[in-house]
């Protein structure tokens, strides 16, 4: 008995050993995701405490996080077993993670407090305001197209967790519906549809004469090895040959440096070379916050560079709403965290339909929208420059070819359909396999004459 009772100790601590040791790394990463997105949810999407828990933060260890909101200082506190992580505040750049910084640190940099556009939307003219005019383009058929939008809203597999869609036909919306609990005050979550707002970003630098694209990356660590080779259009295309793991269910590459790194381009400028530069596709969030930092070192002053997105690209198109969040190093998390309205969100995707141009200004270069939509080395068509596309029709079979669409993680997106004429906006919270997008997009084609 004694003996057996030895063994059945041993093997006890064996398992605890085993499980602390596979949970100590996710720690930060549990801890980390419901502090930031609970915070910025709250404190810049204008959403509620309960409905995020319910929701966004409602699956494997996350919901069983314990969260202390602060009010008064915009802050959160998140805890799991002996892991705390918490978030600080930043008016106009969002909620951020205390890592490797102090919160005094990152109070202190030079946020510059750029001027919004006009108030009062509603008096100026779509698509810079939100007086929308009440005739509707020829060739829709509108009964279609309320068939396609209550699909999209029934909140079963495969359409499930649909929060907000918009339809704008020939620059004219013709579609907005929001799921109960949702209206046009909510900011969304972009996820990785902030590469494509890096995508924008990075071509009014190249207009600007700021950037190259084909110069080797500004990277004093690289000098000395074979990742000198790399170019900022190998980082936006994702064949840079970079080590990466993009997986986000573990301890992955993504999720240590949204979690756990206060500079998270450093971070991802510290991998090694896995392969030739230009060669192999590999989809690597850190490839987006690497360009986001050489805009960073580019621009040479950091008020300048932090007021960069709402003077250049932002105030321009009417984005009255938008809020590109930065990490505690102070550099845009181009990867993944921007917040915007479903019609500011449209707007980024009219100005990719009329080819980089808004109400006759040429925001990006000419040829800058072709660029993006060139399939990237080694993406067998599903991939240009920070956008998806749609040249082969293996995942949007019932979709034009021309299609290309910024994608976020759990189900954003904006779809561009140059040969309809159509913008559609998606936004919600759908894991794998829950939301049918060829489906989605199929119901509204099938509204186009």
Known sequence: ??????????????????????????????????????????????????????????????????????????????????HTSRTTFVNGYGSILVNDYTVGDIQARPYPIVPHL???????????????????????????????????????????????VMVTYKGQPVAE?????????????????????????????VKEGKLELDAPADIEEWQQDERRQITIRHLMQMNSGLEWNED??????????????????????????EYAPGSVFEYASGSTNIVSSLMRKAIGNDADYLAFPREKLFNRIGMRSATFEVDASGTFVGSSYL??????????????LNNGNWLGEQILPDD?????????????????AFFWLNKTGKEYPDVPRDMFCCRGHDGQFIYIIPSKELVIVRTGFSKEGEFDQNGFLAGIL????
């Not at 601590?13 to 910025?40: C, E, Q, R, V």
């Open 248 to 273: 986000y269910g573990n301890s992955s590459d993504v999720n240590n440096m949204l979690h756990k790194e206060g500079d998270m381009a450093k971070f991802a400028i510290s991998k090694q070379l």
């Open 446 to 449: 099938d509204a186009i004459r």
């Open 177 to 205: 519906r929001y799921a109960e609990g949702f209206g046009p005050e909510n900011l969304f979550l972009s996820w990785s549809m902030a590469k494509s707002f890096t995508n924008a970003l990075t071509g009014i630098m």
């Open 339 to 352: 917040y915007a309205s479903l019609r500011d969100y449209t707007r980024f995707g009219l100005l990719y």
């Open 368 to 384: 800058w929208v072709e660029y993006t939509t060139t399939a990237a080395n080694g993406s067998d068509g599903n991939y240009g």
């Open 1 to 82: 008995m004694k003996r057996a009772g030895a063994i059945l100790s041993t093997l006890l601590l064996i398992i605890l050993l085993g499980g602390f040791l596979y949970m100590k790394p996710l720690m930060p990463i549990i801890t980390g995701y419901a502090a930031k997105n609970l915070s910025s949810g709250i404190f810049v999407g204008n959403r509620t405490q309960e409905s995020l828990e319910a929701t966004d933060l409602n699956f494997s260890f996350i919901r069983f996080v314990k969260n202390s909101v602060d009010s008064r200082s915009k802050s959160v506190k998140s805890r799991f077993l002996w």
């Open 118 to 164: 006009p108030e009062h939307p509603d008096t100026i003219a779509w698509p810079m305001g939100d007086l929308i005019a009440d005739t509707i383009p020829s060739g829709i058929d509108l009964q279609q197209l309320n068939m396609a939008m209550e699909q999209a809203f029934v909140d079963t597999i495969p359409y499930k967790g649909t929060f907000a």
